[in-house]
């Protein structure tokens, strides 16, 4: 069936081996009109080099501050439906398994009410419902609930949708419950996540290890990533199976072929803390020198291994450019055992609400709020003691606010006699 | 009981959260949870994970174009029940998962992957290019300068052979946003793609005091180039334009102060940021390419710098070095030089923490 | 012409400048100028620099209090005109240099140093710690939180054997400044003393418009804590105490606004600075120690303090490692351990640039 | 003699092995007043822990605006010799070489006109005369310069007096003339010195390597750096001696025994580029990966050498930290070759002068100027292009200053045509 618009441009992204979003959509577009448009207004954009989005309104499911996008397009009169083409953000299950079941529930709901297009997933982590109209919001939203056991995920000044690395369920090196952790946190606080109540949006990102596989460190206002306080553990057997070229270097990531491990060069001298040493037989580490960069275990992931006194690092402050410029994260609390239920992490975490909620400015983000009224203030209302672990470097800038309760007289002077001892 | 539009109060259902993760997961993988003893790439986007107890999970990575439409996710599915008992993942950068708990599973899997025309590439893992992040462009959002799948699947077409290979020094991790406001995390990317604007918004006089609220667009603007301002007979604003560094942020507090421009608008290129904490800390990204213009459908331009600078990097860095890593080591002097990218005003900074960035030693190569 | 008091524009001389350097060089300095091909240091504080031409000086350093008088200047101008042909230098530490052209001559000027008392100790060569450049402090400026000399001369008594000799990892180069203003140029150095007030200035209403320019003093303070305000019938201003950090900024430009205080004020000491580009960049000095109370004349504290850290540094580091690349290796963590100071709120910064100094990587030591 | 105050305290300052100043001042107490009082001042001082200086009034030599820093005492009442005790600041000569003649005449116009106390040197490198009064100013400037041939230094506003380090006068290291440099600066530009024309005060200093002897890159406004663009000269012989102990590495700061030199640990490991290597008898350098630190040459001062192809390396805006805080130089001119007559150089001095005179505000040093206004500024103000060296890093926000010059349509857009391709 041809399409109503021609796509000469798109037709282009139709070529080359990576698979095409737009031979994706062409085949929704024969059936549904909403994806048939989509196409033509975005063929004008590619003529137009410019975007043919509006502003959205506000528009969303009852009781809910967040979970969509509205979305106008701005030439209804070429491209009517697409008039409306508002996106729903599903709360996606945490590290993003699923059943077939489900994802065919959620197509058929989509195929039905929506334009059939998704993005899996949007960038902060959840399922993207991409583009239906206003009247089908509240339709949709109820099978989702009732048919999926599904709900929306976050949008606006409101805890974002939390997601976190596949963790524990495959990877060896997590050293916490990421999925435990995103779901706990996306239970407890779900009247913060649907009701926009905080100065700008918050966003938790949970990774199992320092290797940060949610990029949480860059982009998580509060960044949970797993570690350990004690040893690395090591089998020297199959250190020596790395050397020895029994063993593939780095489970295969540079080359599947079997090769000797160049030790020295590419474990020893790597290091970041020079804490290792091998003397031909035996791999020494010194760990109280370890930073937990992770750099040896993932070369030699049979051999090494993140210890077994495990918890968290806690970071906070990581953003986007908007306004003050990008952060990222900044170490707050440099361990904290992560376990069910999880108590002293959430008083960490009402304590650090309470305080933004009360000082922040409308869309500043925590790690801004920081910025302006200084790490103190933000130690102080959490209640966590400063640590060397929280900075790169002590101050190099004189320009210390002494506390006015450690000073004799506080901030106050005896002027009279000040000026006994010195005359003007 | 079925949705009634005259009762949406009628057993409505909130604040359920999403389903319970375990849910969801394969048998193998809730029976070895936390029991992951090691893992081994087989070949490019072939993962075997060994368990303590002695079970293994195969995994095959598969590419995909982010905007998925529902005849795709129902193909997912079938290969899906057919191969892995009814479940599939998607990782964080949106590549597709599917786990098989047999060795004798995984032929028939791959082979039923390849089956299917270029929907399926395989790749991903390790030293390779995996899959772009990215975000909406001009499918979705009313700030960016430039689109996001399009672009996208033109460097990946490109770049499609470090998909599927371990081929080069290290992860090297491509993002791309369509604005400042930076979706798709570009700010600590080996390669950022980024959309910018560089006309300072006009001004809609007669439109703003009606759509939007002037104390927020004024606060918006990080650079403080905004002041309230009459117009005529208008509450309006003045934009000191110098003062202007095109974020886009105050449209977004205003639909009355257009900034896209199809010929003023582009791409700017960054590299050498890494999220990981191996080896080196986490590093934003910094400017390579001040501006390239928006050439689609296929925007070669763009393409081709990334192309060269991936491949000046894989011929120059040493195993495990990340883009930033390498940089550190040769120095940006070389890497201009190497790349044959002009070093410009614009690559020096004049923000915030400008300073920061100078050169404050004769430390350099000549 | 003797001066005419009666007419001073009688002859004047203007704008001449320096004698030219070369006037004083001593002959086997002026031949053998850029023809130095290599020297060494024959014992702390004695050195030979062995020219092209086979030429050779010996150079004695001596350590000196900079605040000399004219007798005791005279003094090295006897030893000079006696063993070193009437010429001698300063190093810009501020040690004097006695040089020889001949070996013989090496062992005659080093007795008599010896033999006149402790003015003239030998060392400050190598991984020592050399003289303390510092400041007025007491002695002559309006600013100062602390002495200068007088804490300088407590601290060299006390490390005078690390002057002497080439105990240490590295040199080790201390500074005081005796306020925020440093003129010691303490921002870089291995161990900086910095006088510190604590307390905002008291505002004297009645004085301000007479003795100050009140914009002038407005535009001093680096964090805006100064508004203009009307007290009574002055014209004055008022200082946002939350705000002021103490620098004594807006006393320089007002003598109406006293900051002294002689239970507040007190030291503060800064680690890990250095200058030479050598193996690392420059760096700046960081806080160790917030606060310590002036205690004169002998300042124990703080001498011990700084005992304390230099003997931790010699203990622990590798040659050739400054105090900040020491640091840099062992990490902060491990610096307040091992020296066993508290680490304090104060500790981290919030200036300007505060967010460049906090630990964004997951990387540190438990 | 028995001195008129009791100087209970200071007298402690007696004590111990490194020379005292007290006793010096008390030598010249016993038959001048003013060192008397100084005593006694300092004392109260000690006594107060509160320093008893007043604000300096504006007190100089006719003509010029500068040299002199006028200083009164706050307790006149008490210490009456004191009562005026102004500094005056010498230009010394370039690198502090003196014949006992000229250090005599100068004790002995101070004896006479003075407090007959000094500092050698003050900080920015003048010889500074401690303590005479206003009626003293123009009788010493006056022997200053028909007797001694001597000048004022800088103070105020203006360029302040140059400084260099020993440079090739007995440095073997030292790829300028460092002497020569600061001479040339200082005698061009006496009006500069001694006429505070500039927003604030200007310091040059040069040192004749990258060990920068004289601190320039942290303290001075215009940091002159000597160094070399070609290979580092090596002695094979004299690298083999280090390595076998027959040399004393690193000329024996670090002890003056024979030892042998650990070449892999102590030069190779610690070259911040590794760009060196030691396959047991020869040294290879790859000196285009070289950036010039100066430890393997320091290490072995008698096998390695700097090149021969040498110049400087400019930096402008180092400073302390009042009011932005303080600053290192930032390389602006990577490398220039410094021969007499120094043309290049003068040309950029006065550009830069020009444009921070034009621009800079009341107050602010060169290096404040050039953050607020961007170092693009600078760069097009002095007439030099960008280079990867000036920067650690490019930028890494995205907050770019695009020249609408090169944007088709410069800043303007067209609204209607806007319009027409997308409605309100
Ligand atoms: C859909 C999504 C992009 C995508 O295609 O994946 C998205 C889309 C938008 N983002 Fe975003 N952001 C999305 C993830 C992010 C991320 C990444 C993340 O969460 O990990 C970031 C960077 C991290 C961060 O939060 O700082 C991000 C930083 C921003 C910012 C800048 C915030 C800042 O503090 O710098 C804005 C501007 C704003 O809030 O006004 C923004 C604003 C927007 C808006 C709402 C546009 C606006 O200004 O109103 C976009 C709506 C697009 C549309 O029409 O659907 N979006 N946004 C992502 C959310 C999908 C999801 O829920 O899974
Ligand atoms: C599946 C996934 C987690 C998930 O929850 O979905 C994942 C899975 C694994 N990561 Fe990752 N990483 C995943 C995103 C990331 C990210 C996030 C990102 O790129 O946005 C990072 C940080 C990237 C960065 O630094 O910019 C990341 C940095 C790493 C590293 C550190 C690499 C480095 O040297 O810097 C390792 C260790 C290694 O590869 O040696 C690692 C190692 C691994 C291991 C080997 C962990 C394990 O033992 O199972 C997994 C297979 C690696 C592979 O593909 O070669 N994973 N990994 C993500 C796959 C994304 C994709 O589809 O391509
Ligand atoms: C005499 C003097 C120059 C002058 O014009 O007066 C000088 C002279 C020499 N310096 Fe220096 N330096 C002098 C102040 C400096 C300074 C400036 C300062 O401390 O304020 C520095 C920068 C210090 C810093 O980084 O904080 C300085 C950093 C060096 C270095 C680099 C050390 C390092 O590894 O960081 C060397 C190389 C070395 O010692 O191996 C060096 C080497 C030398 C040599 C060996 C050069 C030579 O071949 O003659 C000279 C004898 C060194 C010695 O004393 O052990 N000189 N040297 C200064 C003596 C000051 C004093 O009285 O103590
Ligand atoms: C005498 C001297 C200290 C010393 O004992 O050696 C000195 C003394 C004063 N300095 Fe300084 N500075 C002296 C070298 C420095 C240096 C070091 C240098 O030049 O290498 C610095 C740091 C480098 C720099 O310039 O940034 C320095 C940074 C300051 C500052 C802060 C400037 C800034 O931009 O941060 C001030 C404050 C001001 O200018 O108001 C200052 C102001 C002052 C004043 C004039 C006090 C004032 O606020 O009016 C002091 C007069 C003291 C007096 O009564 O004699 N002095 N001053 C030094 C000059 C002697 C000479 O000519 O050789
Ligand atoms: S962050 Fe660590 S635990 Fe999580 S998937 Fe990546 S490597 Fe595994
Ligand atoms: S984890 Fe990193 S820091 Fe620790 S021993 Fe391994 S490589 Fe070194
Ligand atoms: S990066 Fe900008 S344009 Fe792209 S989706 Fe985010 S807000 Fe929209
Ligand atoms: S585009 Fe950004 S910088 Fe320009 S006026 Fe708007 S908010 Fe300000
Ligand atoms: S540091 Fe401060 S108090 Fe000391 S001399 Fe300089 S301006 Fe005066
Ligand atoms: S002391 Fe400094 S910070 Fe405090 S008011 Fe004065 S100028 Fe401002
Ligand atoms: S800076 Fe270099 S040239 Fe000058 S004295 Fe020091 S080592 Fe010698
Ligand atoms: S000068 Fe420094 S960078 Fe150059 S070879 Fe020697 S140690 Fe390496």
């Not at chain 2, 994970?49 to 795709?72: F, K």
Request: aromatic content about 10%.
């Amino acid at each position: 069936m041809a399409l109503k618009h021609k796509t000469p441009m798109l037709d282009e992204l139709e070529k080359g081996p990576w698979p095409s979003f737009v031979t994706d959509i062409k085949r929704v577009a024969e059936r549904k009109p909403m994806a048939e448009d989509l196409l033509g207004l975005l063929e004008m954009s590619y003529e137009h080099k410019e975007g043919h989005w509006k502003h959205g309104g506000i528009v969303g499911v009852f009781g809910y501050g967040g979970g969509v996008i509205g979305r106008y397009c701005d030439r209804p009169d070429l491209f009517p439906n697409v008039a409306h083409f508002h996106t729903m953000r599903v709360n996606q299950p945490a590290s993003k398994f699923y059943t077939t079941e489900v994802l065919r529930k959620l197509c058929d709901i989509w195929e039905e009410k929506g334009s059939g297009l998704t993005n899996m997933h949007g960038s902060t982590g959840d399922i993207i419902l991409l583009g239906t109209t206003t009247d089908q919001l509240e339709p949709i939203f109820y099978e989702l609930t009732h048919d999926l056991g599904m709900d929306l995920g976050g949008s606006g000044s409101n805890m974002r949708t939390p997601s976190c690395c596949v963790g524990k369920a495959r990877c060896e090196w997590s050293c916490i419950d990421t999925q435990d952790i995103t779901y706990d946190i996306t239970m407890r606080y779900q009247d913060e996540l649907h009701r926009p109540m905080f100065p700008y949006k918050f966003k938790f990102k949970t990774s199992g290890c320092p290797n940060d596989c949610v990029a949480a460190i860059a982009r998580a206002d509060c960044s949970i990533i797993g570690t350990w306080r004690d040893k690395i553990r090591i089998d020297q057997e199959a250190v020596r199976a790395y050397v020895g070229g029994e063993l593939v270097p780095n489970g295969g990531a540079h080359g599947t072929e079997k090769r000797a491990l160049d030790i020295q060069k590419e474990v020893i001298d790597l290091c970041p803390t020079k804490c290792m040493e091998w003397d031909g037989k035996n791999l020494k580490i010194w760990d109280e020198d370890c930073t937990r960069c992770m750099h040896c275990i993932n070369v030699m992931p049979r051999a090494l291994r993140p210890g077994l006194d495990t918890g968290a690092t806690i970071l906070v402050g990581a953003k986007a450019p908007i306004l003050e410029g990008a952060q990222l994260g900044s170490v707050v609390i440099p361990f904290i055992k992560m376990e069910p239920p999880y108590e002293e992490f959430h008083e960490f975490v009402e304590k650090m609400w309470d305080w933004w909620m009360e000082e922040g400015k409308n869309r500043e983000r925590l790690g801004e709020t920081i910025q302006r009224l200084g790490m103190k203030a933000f130690l102080e209302a959490t209640e966590l003691q400063p640590d060397p672990r929280m900075v790169n470097t002590p101050r190099y800038n004189p320009y210390i606010f002494y506390d006015p309760a450690e000073v004799p007289g506080g901030w106050s002077h005896d002027p009279k006699a000040y000026r006994e001892r010195h005359h003007a | 009981m079925p949705f009634d539009p005259n009762d949406i109060m009628k057993d409505r259902i909130t604040d359920i959260g999403p389903p319970k993760y375990d849910k969801f997961f394969p048998p193998v993988i809730k029976e070895n949870y936390g029991k992951w003893k090691y893992h081994e790439i087989l070949e490019p986007g072939v993962l075997v994970h060994v368990s303590e107890t002695g079970a293994e999970v195969y995994t095959v990575r598969v590419g995909a174009a982010r905007l998925l439409s529902v005849d795709l996710i129902r193909e997912i599915c079938d290969i899906a029940d057919k191969h892995c008992g009814g479940y599939v993942r998607w990782t964080t950068r949106n590549n597709i998962e599917f786990m098989v708990d047999d060795k004798s599973k995984l032929q028939p899997l791959i082979d039923e992957l390849k089956s299917r025309g270029n929907w399926f590439p395989i790749g991903g893992t390790g030293a390779s290019v995996t899959n772009i992040v990215h975000t909406q462009g001009w499918i979705h959002c009313h700030t960016p300068a430039i689109d996001a799948s399009g672009i996208v699947k033109a460097v990946m077409d490109e770049l499609f052979d470090y998909f599927g290979s371990h081929k080069l020094p290290a992860q090297v991790r491509i993002s791309l946003a369509c604005c400042l406001n930076m979706c798709g995390a570009v700010h600590c990317s080996d390669i950022a793609i980024l959309g910018v604007h560089r006309k300072p918004p006009f001004i809609e006089h007669e439109r703003v005091q009606n759509v939007c609220e002037i104390p927020l667009v004024i606060a918006a603007c990080p650079t403080a180039a905004i002041k309230p301002k009459k117009v005529g007979d208008y509450k309006s604003i003045e934009i000191n334009e110098k003062r202007c560094m095109f974020c886009g942020n105050c449209y977004t507090m205003c639909p009355a102060l257009p900034i896209a421009d199809g010929d003023g608008d582009g791409i700017a290129l960054w590299v050498g940021g890494k999220v990981s904490n191996s080896r080196t800390a986490p590093k934003f990204s910094k400017l390579a390419v001040h501006y390239i213009p928006n050439e689609p459908p296929r925007w070669p331009t763009t393409v081709q710098t990334i192309k060269k600078i991936l491949e000046v990097y894989a011929s120059d860095a040493r195993r495990y070095e990340r883009v930033g890593e390498w940089i550190d080591r040769i120095g940006w002097e070389r890497f201009f030089e190497k790349t044959g990218l002009e070093f410009r005003h614009e690559h020096i900074d004049d923000y915030r923490l400008a300073m920061t960035t100078w050169r404050t030693t004769t430390q350099f190569k000549f």
